[in-house]
């Protein structure tokens, strides 16, 4: 199976790439900055606010199986509705929810039926949350589910399904040390789902655990 992962140099995404590997997966992992994919992998140098780029890395893929939208970033220090940071805002939107769309319609040549798209997500776009802290993060999630939810409409008639991943509080750089989940664990729930048939998830919020959550 080949397997391309986005953010694949750090946190989550380094876990899926090495536990790919283990699997005996061919892995492209597609990172930043040169030099930080696992070994093992085919490296892809992108930043996930150059579009057009994303485009030309992906070029050259073949034979894909599965896409996991993993990069993504929590977003400005100021980012309240009563203290923005505008750039910062535009800049998270950019990376959690346009770079996804980017990346699916950029592997689509390379992915037949059968294939799947997986964009992690998170607890914090649920609609039923009133809070308001990190909200250009939570909007930028929030968003990306309702992008994601419509390429899965449309991508069905090919076969390929496309899901929405809530990894919980992970364990990483982004959060932090006190967090619930470990990350190899939340990593191979991920690989698990994305091992699998999806279409019957197709359009799904699903947790990493596999069961489906509220939007």
């Not at 994601?148 to 040390?177: C, E, K």
Request: with cysteine; charged share 20%.
């Amino acid at each position: 199976m080949h397997i391309v992962i986005t953010g694949a140099g750090r946190g989550i995404g380094r876990e899926m790439a090495l536990q790919s590997l283990t699997r005996g997966w061919q892995v492209t992992a597609i990172v930043r900055q040169a030099g930080t994919a696992p070994s093992g992998t085919t490296e892809l140098v992108a930043d996930m606010r150059d579009l057009d780029r994303l485009a030309a890395v992906c070029a050259g893929l073949r034979g894909m199986d599965v896409l996991v939208n993993n990069a993504g970033i929590i977003g400005p220090a100021r980012q309240t509705t009563l203290d923005m940071d505008f750039a910062g805002f535009a800049e998270t939107l950019a990376v959690n929810t346009l770079a996804p769309l980017a990346m699916a319609q950029a592997v689509l040549p390379a992915m037949g039926a059968g294939g799947r798209i997986l964009t992690i997500s998170s607890q914090m776009a649920w609609m039923g949350y009133a809070k308001s802290d990190r909200i250009a993060y939570r909007a930028s999630k929030a968003a990306v589910n309702k992008v994601m939810q419509g390429l899965a409409t449309d991508l069905r008639p090919r076969g390929i399904a496309v899901m929405l991943i809530d990894p919980g509080w992970v364990r990483t750089d982004m959060g932090g040390p006190d967090a619930e989940e470990d990350p190899a664990a939340v990593a191979a729930g991920i690989l698990d789902i994305a091992a699998q048939d999806g279409m019957a998830k197709a359009g799904r919020f699903l947790r990493f655990t596999g069961e489906e959550r509220d939007f």
